[in-house]
């Protein structure tokens, strides 16, 4: 079955007239009337009810021209939505992030790639942990990870869009919790509340890479599954944590940030697999200029 027939057919049912419709089709009336002929012979059934005054469409006809309609409106579109998906105006891109430490770049990059890109769906993954989005990248369940870094980045594309400063969190009773900075030997001997050891939290590995520098371990009494859960542990009392200044937002009652001026900051990045032809994702990559150009 040939799309011209198709074009023959519903320009006959929409004319109900040979004539008009061989004009509409720009073609003479005889050709016209074969190709209507081949088609009911395709499908078997008459389609097209003819009289010496009139054409009228027969049950089997109406039933046709609506899928008929269909077929040609999918037809014409679908040389338009593949050039739209070719330059990345349509399609899905996933994206990955570590959590609510990272909420202000991600809304950033969300807002910025919906208002470039408004027919692509974005798609945004429940918050995961550094060696967790690098995982699900590299096994192509996510197009890209906004991630803390350090992480093992062979085969993957790294761009580095902010860096996060770490505070510890206090209880606002606390002894140091009136400074206006303090320093990790401050912190010796306290009561820490860490993310879990076990999903490859960035922060973690930080943490104790720069307690250790400074002669002793921290000492981790418990771990909790995110910053908010952390930050509410040490409202409640159990502990101190250091998190990204970031958590400042979440504004947990009872809790102080104090800034912690001679632990490393924590630099967040968007990752990405080398070589990936999704052009949606390359519209992403392309608007980072602007994110980082904002932050």
């Known amino acids: 079955m040939e799309l011209r027939h198709l074009q023959a057919f519903v320009a006959v049912a929409e004319e109900l007239n040979f004539r008009r419709a061989?004009?509409?089709?720009?073609?003479?009336?005889?050709?016209?009337?074969?190709?209507?002929?081949r088609l009911e012979h395709e499908v078997g059934v008459a389609l097209l009810r003819r009289t010496t005054r009139q054409v009228e469409l027969t049950a089997a006809g109406e039933a046709f021209l609506r899928e008929a309609r269909k077929t040609l409106q999918s037809a014409?579109?679908?040389?338009?939505?593949?050039?739209?998906?070719?330059?990345?105006?349509?399609?899905?891109?996933?994206?990955?992030?570590?959590?609510?430490?990272?909420?202000?770049v991600m809304l950033l990059i969300v807002r910025k790639f919906r208002e470039r890109y408004p027919n692509v769906r974005f798609d945004i993954l429940s918050p995961l942990y550094g060696?967790?989005?690098?995982d699900q990248i590299n096994q192509q369940e996510v197009d890209a990870g906004l991630l803390r870094l350090p992480v093992p980045t062979e085969g993957l594309c790294v761009r580095e869009l902010d860096?996060?400063?770490?505070?510890?969190?206090?209880?606002?009773?606390?002894?140091?919790?009136?400074?206006?900075?303090?320093g990790l030997d401050d912190l010796r001997g306290e009561?820490?509340?860490?993310?879990?050891?076990?999903?490859?939290?960035?922060?973690?590995?930080?943490?104790?890479?720069?307690?250790?520098?400074?002669?002793?371990?921290?000492?981790?009494?418990?771990?909790a599954p995110d910053t908010h859960t952390i930050l509410s542990l040490v409202g409640a009392g159990s502990g101190i944590s250091l998190v990204p200044m970031t958590a400042a937002h979440l504004k947990v009652p009872g809790v102080v940030l104090v800034p912690v001026h001679d632990a490393p900051s924590v630099p967040l990045a968007l990752v990405w697999r080398e070589g990936d032809r999704n052009p949606a994702l390359a519209g992403l990559v392309g608007l980072l200029d602007e994110v980082v150009a904002e932050l």
């Open 22 to 37: 061989a004009v509409r089709l720009h073609m003479s009336q005889p050709p016209l009337s074969q190709q209507i002929k």
């Open 76 to 104: 014409e579109a679908a040389p338009r939505l593949a050039r739209q998906a070719a330059a990345g105006e349509i399609g899905v891109v996933r994206l990955g992030f570590s959590g609510q430490t990272s909420y202000r």
């Open 131 to 134: 060696g967790e989005l690098v």
């Open 163 to 182: 860096q996060h400063p770490l505070a510890v969190a206090l209880p606002d009773g606390h002894r140091l919790a009136g400074e206006w900075r303090v």
């Open 191 to 223: 009561s820490f509340i860490s993310y879990p050891t076990n999903r490859g939290s960035v922060v973690n590995q930080l943490v104790q890479a720069a307690c250790l520098q400074r002669g002793y371990n921290p000492n981790f009494v418990q771990e």
